[in-house]
């Protein structure tokens, strides 16, 4: 099965390669949503492997990844402006040290956290969805969507102290 799972994917890599350029022209960048689409589907090749859809269904993965990585890209780049614009706000307005105190109690606060829910609260804060947390973790995304809500409400708690009417 293992020889039959590494021909196909040396026969499927070239096609894959060449809708990779829907998404981006960077050679880097295909070589790893290649990559990456393998992996993510690995867990199910099985069943797919003599399937006439098999090049769609890699593809649909694929399109899923790049659509993925855009929107954490996104996420993160917004994040970074609002920072940014929080930051020279604040330097105007607030001295560093207050500014310091807020950082290390919201550091401390998810660090009190277990590691498992540090882990997953870290990936939602970095974009990741749900169902993708679940997957990486082995839980359940039922579990993962109640994990996250009942974090919030802790650091929520925690740093109630911050909150600005």
């Given at each position: 099965?293992?020889?039959?799972?590494?021909?196909?994917?040396?026969?499927?890599?070239?096609?894959?390669?060449?809708?990779?350029?829907?998404?981006?022209?960077?050679?880097?960048e295909?070589?790893?949503?290649?990559?990456?689409?393998?992996?993510?589907?690995?867990?199910?090749?099985?069943?797919?492997?003599?399937?006439?859809?098999l090049?769609?269904?890699?593809?649909?993965?694929?399109?899923n990844i790049?659509?993925?990585r855009?929107?954490?890209?996104?996420?993160?780049r917004?994040?970074?402006?609002?920072?940014?614009?929080?930051?020279?706000?604040?330097?105007?307005?607030?001295?560093?040290?207050e500014?310091?105190f807020?950082l290390?109690?919201?550091?401390?606060?998810?660090?009190?956290?277990?590691?498992?829910?540090?882990?997953?609260?870290?990936?939602?804060?970095?974009?990741?969805?749900?169902?993708?947390?679940?997957?990486?973790?082995?839980?359940?995304?039922?579990?993962?969507?109640?994990?996250?809500?009942?974090?919030?409400?802790?650091?929520?708690?925690?740093?109630?102290?911050?909150?600005?009417?």
């Amino acid at each position: 099965m293992k020889s039959q799972i590494n021909a196909s994917i040396e026969e499927n890599t070239v096609i894959l390669k060449r809708l990779a350029n829907n998404f981006t022209t960077d050679p880097v960048e295909k070589e790893d949503l290649v990559q990456e689409t393998f992996i993510r589907s690995l867990k199910s090749f099985e069943k797919f492997i003599n399937h006439p859809k098999l090049v769609s269904w890699l593809y649909v993965i694929m399109k899923n990844i790049y659509l993925n990585r855009y929107r954490r890209l996104n996420i993160h780049r917004t994040a970074e402006k609002e920072i940014t614009y929080r930051q020279s706000l604040n330097s105007a307005t607030n001295n560093k040290a207050e500014t310091n105190f807020v950082l290390k109690d919201i550091e401390d606060s998810m660090k009190a956290l277990s590691k498992e829910n540090y882990e997953i609260f870290s990936m939602y804060l970095e974009g990741f969805k749900y169902h993708e947390i679940a997957t990486q973790m082995s839980i359940k995304e039922g579990t993962i969507k109640t994990r996250i809500h009942t974090i919030k409400k802790v650091l929520q708690k925690k740093l109630n102290v911050y909150a600005r009417n």
